[in-house]
Antibody
């Protein structure tokens, strides 16, 4: 079945960057867009952006342009998101999801920004 | 950006009851709407897409309706496993946006 397996929790210092992964299985990775979604503690969901693995094409929420970088490794069916210049506002759980609507979700990766 | 206004923010209902959650878009989203269920400590899961299509494996007590700017999710015969938060999402236009969520509890 379709699975998205995300990397583990990260504790990072303010100003640093973090790169998280999302390994897909159970479907043809290059056929579906992968989106990334942020959920701040106890709050709603924000769409960060999406990438089409076959071409590397991306679309971003303007709010996250310059903050998030999306890449893929087709050889390992893995999508990556790097967040830069981290502040406390970036502390959240980040999910990768498949296509639209989002019919498969990773288990989430917690990022805590603290000195 | 398209704003999604979801109501109520929280809801308490009894087992077997029917509940309805509403979502209003700030402009016409032409049925580009999905509903997700999120249980505590878990990832969201797709329930409904294209406003009224039931995702594979989702119990038939869940249904979606609406058009234009007004949409709703109905849960018939509430079960204990339906205790969760529910979110609407528009995917008609970028950036995709979510409602603030509805927390459903048992009375």
């Amino acid at each position: 079945q379709v699975k998205l397996l995300q990397s583990g929790a990260a504790l990072v210092k303010p100003g640093a960057s973090v790169k998280m992964s999302c390994k897909a299985s159970g479907y043809t990775f290059t056929d579906y867009w992968v989106s990334w979604v942020k959920q701040s503690h106890g709050k709603s969901l924000e769409w960060i952006g999406e990438i089409y693995p076959n071409s590397g094409a991306t679309n971003f929420n303007e709010k996250f342009k310059g903050k998030a970088t999306l890449t893929v490794d087709k050889s390992t069916s893995t999508a990556y998101m790097e967040l830069s210049r981290l502040t406390s506002e970036d502390s959240a759980i980040y999910y990768c999801t498949r296509r639209l609507p989002m019919d498969a979700w990773g288990q989430g990766a917690s990022v805590t920004v603290s000195s | 950006d398209i704003q999604m206004t979801q109501s109520p923010a929280s809801l308490s209902a009894s087992l077997g009851e029917t509940v309805t959650i509403e979502c209003r878009a700030s402009e016409d989203i032409y049925n580009g709407l999905a509903w997700y269920q999120q249980k505590p400590g878990k990832s969201p899961q797709l329930l409904i897409y294209n406003a009224n299509s039931l995702h594979t494996g989702v119990p038939s007590r869940f249904s979606g309706s609406g058009s234009g700017t007004q949409y709703s999710l109905k849960i018939n015969s509430l079960q204990s496993e339906d205790v969760a938060s529910y979110f609407c999402q528009q995917y008609y236009d970028y950036p995709y946006t979510f409602g603030a969520g509805t927390k459903l509890e048992l009375k």
